[in-house]
């Protein structure tokens, strides 16, 4: 079935994945900035970074008929030192109005430090200034609940519209302060940490289908670029119907990230995807 | 018992995921049976074996919510930003708790 993958690290991924991805029914990608691994020593390296994500990743992605879209940000994980983070931060607005880009992500915390929390109130702040989407990146395992309590204190008091604010990685001790609180919620399907495919259905059997996408989250580490068609999987052997697989991995991720109207995959024009 | 609303039966669910969760409870027991076949220092007292073992009781009460209340077992409750990020990582387990 024909599906988005809203949260996928391209750049760490070969091209073979692209086909392979294209081949299980891959049709969109949305790709947040993030962290290499390594943190980078210059500005100047994130300015190449934003133009991977700008230029290249799209070029690639079509050889697949995929659409690629993206998010810029300094992820939290480089945001320790505001000094280094603000130039990274200066830099997005040039690359706000290119064609693929369709907001500010993925920010967030990853240690709930100060400095965070501060760079991470300055890029909400790029998002509203822009009006731009906004995608968060919620802490890893035992830092995830704290810092999911403080990430949603940190955009209520921004004022900002909980409709165009996606809250990504939650999991069962977080994910129902997100919904009730407005916003979007995503899950990610990783083998060792966050969501397996199995506790995703769980979690969408608990919670609703509502305001949920789930993602592969693909990158260098280990991950699974074809994990969201592998929890679809799940879902049917469960004895769901292939509503809900749409629903959650076509008919959400289309409605949350159409507020920006740079999102417009040509595999979702009328008549690509009837049979 | 919680509203239905996974479509199996439970014999179904059963035959579906019994022998992957064997294969899991088998290789928790191995990791604790490894641990009594390493060297000093010994990874008991390890704040996330002590972890660990205070989250597989949570399996057995009959409560339900095992899922969330395990993650919240394992989670950091303070409210306040740490003062300074040093490394990255972390470590499944919060190191601050008396578990």
């Avoid at chain 1, 501060?118 to 395992?141: K, W």
């Avoid at chain 1, 259905?201 to 789930?214: F, K, M, Q, S």
């Amino acid at each position: 079935m024909p599906y988005i993958d809203p949260h996928i690290h391209m750049v760490s991924r070969t091209t073979d994945d692209y086909a392979r991805m294209a081949e299980a029914g891959c049709i969109a990608v949305t790709e947040p900035a993030f962290w290499a691994g390594f943190d980078r020593s210059s500005p100047a390296g994130f300015a190449d970074y934003f133009r991977q994500l700008t230029e290249t990743e799209p070029h690639r992605a079509a050889r697949y008929g995929i659409a690629h879209y993206c998010w810029l940000c300094i992820n939290p994980k480089e945001a320790e030192d505001p000094g280094f983070a603000r130039e990274v931060m200066a830099l997005i607005p040039e690359f706000l109005d290119r064609p693929n880009v369709l907001g500010i992500g993925e920010i967030g915390l990853n240690k709930n430090s100060r400095n965070e929390l501060v760079i991470l109130e300055e890029q909400i702040e790029i998002a509203r200034r822009h009006d731009r989407l906004i995608l968060v990146h919620t802490p890893h395992l035992e830092d995830k609940l704290k810092g999911t309590r403080l990430i949603l204190a940190a955009l209520r008091n921004a004022a900002v519209d909980p409709g165009r604010v996606l809250i990504d990685h939650v999991e069962e001790h977080t994910i129902k302060t997100v919904l009730d609180a407005g916003f979007w919620a995503g899950m990610t399907l990783y083998p060792d940490s966050k969501c397996t495919p199995q506790r995703a259905v769980d979690v969408i059997e608990c919670y609703g289908r509502e305001r949920i996408w789930i993602n592969s989250a693909g990158d260098w580490g280990p991950s699974d670029p074809l994990a969201v068609p592998k929890c679809h999987v799940e879902m049917r052997r469960r004895g769901h119907g292939p509503d809900l697989a749409t629903q959650i991995s076509l008919t959400n991720p289309l409605t949350f990230l159409s507020q920006c109207p740079n999102f417009r995959p040509a595999a979702l024009e009328p008549g690509w995807l009837s049979p | 018992m919680a509203e239905p609303t996974c479509p199996l039966t439970g014999l179904q669910a059963v035959d579906l995921y019994f022998m992957e969760q064997r294969a899991k409870l088998l290789d928790i027991a191995a990791f604790l049976d490894r641990l009594d076949r390493v060297g000093p220092p010994s990874g008991r007292s390890d704040v996330r074996v002590r972890a660990l073992e205070r989250a597989i009781p949570l399996l057995l009460d009959g409560v339900g919510s095992r899922t969330r209340r395990i993650l919240e077992l394992l989670s950091d409750h303070t409210s306040e930003p740490i003062p300074a990020a040093h490394g990255q990582g972390a470590l499944g387990a919060d190191p601050a708790t008396d578990y």
